[in-house]
Nanobody, 128 residues
Framework: QVQLVESGGGSVQAGGSLRLSCTASGQNRGSACMGWFRQTPGKAREGVAALYTAGIAAWHADSVKDRFTISHDNAKRTLYLQMNSLKPEDSAMYYC?????????????????????WGQGTQVTVSS
């Protein structure tokens, strides 16, 4: 079983930055498709970014492209989301997700494919 724990959320003014972290624990140390998703009350969950931990490919939603960057440290088993130039519309609960073993981890499918492990979420609030 794999557990995912997010951290790094908080409150920031528009234009500011935050870095989210998601640390994986458990026995499974194979490759994964890992991603960040966000959700606000009453709205559907939105894919923010994802990557394949055994490769170099990464994908970002158009709404965060050029502002957010997803990365992964295999040694630390930690997924990151660097968020710059934050906007009030970025306010949401951010969730880390992992699909182990990975399937359909590609540009076309990362945001809609199923993930079999989820964290509890970390709140990001951006004020204007």
């Amino acid at each position: 079983q794999v557990q995912l724990v997010e951290s790094g959320g908080g409150s920031v003014q528009a234009g500011g930055s935050l870095r989210l972290s998601c640390t994986a624990s458990g026995q499974n140390r194979g490759s994964a498709c890992m991603g960040w998703f966000r959700q606000t009350p009453g709205k559907a969950r939105e894919g923010v970014a994802a990557l394949y931990t055994a490769g170099i490919a990464a994908w970002h939603a158009d709404s965060v492209k050029d502002r957010f960057t997803i990365s992964h440290d295999n040694a630390k088993r930690t997924l990151y989301l660097q968020m710059n130039s934050l906007k009030p519309e970025d306010s949401a609960m951010y969730y880390c997700a992992a699909d182990i073993p990975p399937s359909n981890c590609n540009k076309q499918s990362w945001s809609s494919k199923p993930y079999n492990h989820w964290g509890q979420g970390t709140q990001v609030t951006v004020s204007s």
